[in-house]
Each structure stands twice: as structure tokens, then as C-alpha cells.
């Protein structure tokens, strides 16, 4: 039995790009998607009400930042990340690969895994493949990734092909552990940079069978043709039949890009923390609210937009509640943003069923 | 024409609470009745949609803070507080005496009014009862508040008597001013700890026959217990038949205390200020959620609480929200506090109704 079925309902004539339904324990969710992402079980400022309102299908939590706080065990006693968040829908949870590299104190890398400092307390902890899939079958989300070791854009080809060798002997190690029937297990492609690496790393994962794949290593700074260049490269070289996550990207027009290559599954903070920073996604770019010349702009953020923020509220209000330093800043910008995410979503979904792909979002623009 | 109608509908047999309904422009509330405090045209980290769902009937807002910023001109072409807020139920503001008196840096306070310094940059400033009336004719509340000078809880007699004269001129001032007939100008009754002002200031401004009488000067940092003798002895002194409100009250056990003398509408920052540090207000008392206690109680906050929180979440995940400085650990905390408030007041207006306000209530206990 497996625990998640996806099923490619579309595919776009004159892309790579395809509609698809991913069938998890906790719903469905309709292809290509946006995760908004809750690294602690929160996403900043919202309540799963205003998540469920913006369209959320399935969101994303970080098992390094859960491990770290409240731990595993806590979840797990409260019945798992679902119930403890209050998010009945998909779950997906990052191997926190990723944060063990780019946030603790690093100890000791080797085969078995990474030896660090809880960047919270300095508290030591041992994460390696065995640890996060234990952790992750504890926190019980729909979708778990593999433990990988990403690189940053500048590493040398040495240490990014090293990265890579380990990244696939992990990715055996988390299947090897991984118990869960009612988990899918998904694979994180490697390579950096460089397209043989990458090849050889979607060659080696592909041949263990996971249920799906991810491309990581992507969006840690490198240059944004780099970024394009790779996910055009990596995505038709994973299995066609089985979901492709675009790990941490991006902006639209880069979601626009990987969506025409064949990319499925996206998670982002940028909606999130641009948000809170007072800058809002609109058809026509990003917004500044704070901007003086919002003061008396009594006009919705953006006028055919259905989130609670435009339905209610004008610029001038939001703009004085970020410089007021209001909290409820917060919480309808991020409504905002995560809704803008998912509608454009939801347009491209529609574009690539009714054939209407390249007319609709053109060759370049994210609109 | 008057701008609200206050009909008393029930009266307690062993104290003098009653039971009211309050009927505004923007509707009818039921007293005696809590008002969250939205100083800043924001009760703290809640949506109107929150409010609404916690019971909110009317809510109170500050003459000072708005009119600092982004000041009464801009609110004023947005339609009015209501409509820049997204709020179409009751508002009161504030007059701002208050804040102007223990915010401001204060250069000159004369018959004619108070130059201060904002406290958010510095610029000079000046209102008086003529201002204040003008700023919260164009803010557009349902309920507005004459303007006022508060003395500190420890000033001399001398003291306390020339600001109660101030405040009884400022009062006369306030009502010649107002021209808005479908705002109600309240009056409000100084005096600090001095029973004799308390009835003097009583007389005059009920003599000004205003729709509806405040008690200020008190939740300023005295002791309990001269609170609790100035509202006992101040209450039976303002007209029957208007409303009356005091001011900046309180715990529940205060409110519980003036609710027997006869106090109708309360407004305080306990609830959302406590909240936001992560104090739940429970039957029992006060719960401190941040509490390592609470890392695996998977029970809610409060079990017979039907406030999202409680409905959705448990006193772990609140503390981790907490722990972990997730903004959502303020929404979700206000939100059963504001709750909590509501509740205690529709019980109290249930007890008063049926008769059973002592039973119920005993005689000491705020639960």
C-alpha cells in the first residue's frame, strides 16, 4: 500500500508543465501547489482559519526547528503535528538538513551524520538519516523528506560532488529506517551547480523508488539564471510519474519557470516574511505599504482580490497599522500574501488544464 | 434627537446593578458590557472577524494616539473610524486627557487646553476641550468622551481639586462644542480620592445633563481598596437612568464590584495586555502559560471555553507558540482572553436578569 497516490490529470502541449491530484492520508491536493511554510507548527500570524480561507491545501513544517522545540516526543504525545497545530489537511515536513547546515554551530560531519549546537540553547544533538526519519515518523506528516546535506552555491565542485555522494547514501539509509505506511518518503536531489552531478544524483534516487522527489540546493543564494538553469536541467530527469518538489523556491516568476518544467510541489517563506516586513504581492509586482503615498489611498490592496485583507481593509489602514507597529499588521498581509500565492496557483492549475498555458502567462511574465 | 437611548430592562434586588441595553447608532449593546481596547484603531493582534466570534459589542479607541497618528483628517476621509477599522459595531473614543497627561511631554496646561510633545516624534501639539471634541467629531465614534484632566493617584488635594474644576469647565466646554447629533458627548466625573470632589464634580455635570456619565481617575495605580470605596461611593451619585461607565476597569473582581454599584460599560488593557504576555484568564484565576508545567498538558486552556483556542488547541501548543515567539501565541491568546471577558459579562447580565446575581456571584468572588 502506498501511502500517497498522485495521479497527472493535464499536461500543457507546449511545456513540460502538468495538472495533477496528489492523494494523501489527510486530503488531497490539487497540483502544481504552494506550501506556505510553518517551520515551528505556525505560519507566522495566521491561524489555520485564515490559512483554510486563503486556500491552503498542505503546508510545510521544518523537523530541525520541531526537534529543537518542543521535540518530537511532545508531538508525537499529542497525537502528531496535525493535531497539535490544529491542521487537519496535508503536512508535509522538511528533513532539516538544510537548518542543521545553514543555522546550528556544526561539530562533526560524517557518514553517520552531523554533530551540532541547538542554535536555541547550544544544547549538542546528533541528527544523521536514522535520527530524521525517527523524527519525522514521531511528528507524523503526510509527506517526509530525506536527511541531505546541501551545499552553499560557492562551494567548490569537491565538496558539492562529496555533498552529493553522502546526500545518496542518506537518502538509502532514510529509506532502509523509514517504517510508516501511512508516510511517503520522498527522495531530495543534490548537485549543486553543476548538471552532471545533478544528473547522476536524480540516476541514483530514481533507481531506489521513492514516491516522489525533491531538487534542493536550489535558492541558497545562487545567482537567479543558475537557479533557472538547474531546475530546467534537474526536473525532466526525475521520474515522470511520481511528484516534484521545488525545495524553497521562490518568487512567481521563478514558480512560473518550474512550473513549465515540470515542477509540482512549492514552499517559500518569501509571502510570509515579506508580509510581515510590509511588502505585499499584487499583480502588478510587490507593493511597500509603508509608502507615504498610501497614507490616504482608501482603495483595497489589490481590487479583485477575495482575502479578508481587500475585502475589509484599505491601504491607508494597513499602512497605518504597519507604522503604528500593530500587530494585526501581520497577521492581513500575510493573509494576503499566502492567498496571492495560492491564486496563482489555482490560475496556473486552470491554464494548463484548459490548454491555455503559454497564452495566458506568456513566455517570461510571472503574470 | 438623541444619539443613543439607554433603556434599563432588569435590576438587581440586593445591590444596584442593572441590566441595560444601550442602543447606538451602529447598534444595540447589552450592559453592563466589556469593551476591548483598540487604541490604535487595533484591538492588539485580533481581526474584527475575532472580535466579532469573542462577543465584542462595542469597543473603545484613543482621541490622543489617533489623532497623533496617522490623525484625525485621514480617518475622516476614510469614511470615519468604523469604516477604517473594518468595525460597524458601537465605537467609544476616548477623549485623550488621559494620554495627553501621562504619554505626552507636557510644555504648558492652561484653561484653554494642554501643549505637549507627541510621543512618537516629538511634534508640538496642542488640545484642549474644543479640540478634543473637533477630533472625535471627525473620528465619528457613537460614543465620545469630554475632555478631561487626570491627576496621578498621589497628588495633593489642592491638586486634585484644581483638576476636578478643569475638568467640570472642560466638560461645559466639550458640550458647547459638540455638534454631531448622532454622537453622545459623555461626561466625566474626576475628583481622585477625595469623596467630596467626587460628589461636587456628580452634581455639576449632572446638571450639564449629558446622555451618559463616566467615572475617570481611578485604576491609576492606587490601592484596591480605594478604588473599590471611590467607585462604590461615586456610582449612586450619577443619574439613574443614563449609562455609566468606568473607566479603565479592571480585573474581573473589579468589575464584579462595580457591576453591584451600578456601573454599566467598562473598558480595560488587562485582557489583551496579559494576553500578549501569555496570562489566560480562567475560572480559576490566571494561568501563565509560558509555565514548563504546561509542555505536555494536551487539554484546553479552559475546558467549557468555546473560544477558538480552547475549541482548537491545547496549553501545549500555546506555550510552544509562546516558547518559540510565534506570533500567533498573541491572536490566539487575546482572543480567549477577550473571550473570557464577554463571557463573565453575559453571565452577569444572565444573573441580574434572572435574580440570581448574588447566588451566582456571591458576594466577594469575581468568578
Redesign the interface.
Known sequence: MNAIDFKITGVDANSRARRGKLITPHGVVQTPAFMPVGT???V??????HLEAAGTQILLSNTYHLHV??GED?IA???GLHS???WEKPILTDSGGFQVFSLAKLNKVDDAGVMFQSHVDGAKLFIGPKEATGIQEKLGADIIMAFDQCPPHDASRAEVEAATQRTIRWAGECRKHHSRNDQALFGIVQGGMFEDLRTACCRELSAMDFPGYAIGGVSVGEPKEDLHRIMEFTTPLLPEDKPRYLMGVGQPEDILVAVRAGVDLFDCVLPTRNARSGELYVAAGRMKIRNEKF??D?TPVEKDCPC?LCS???R??L???F??G???A???ATVHNVTFYHRLMSRLRAAIQSGRLGEEFGKKSGK
Open positions: 515551528k507548527a505556525s507566522k500570524a495566521l491561524t489555520p482559519g522545540r518542543p511532545v504525545e499529542a497525537g497539535f497545530m490544529g497614507k490616504r482608501f479578508y475589509n481593509f484599505t491607508a489602514y499602512r497605518h497599522l507604522i503604528s500593530e500587530l494585526l501581520h497577521t492581513l
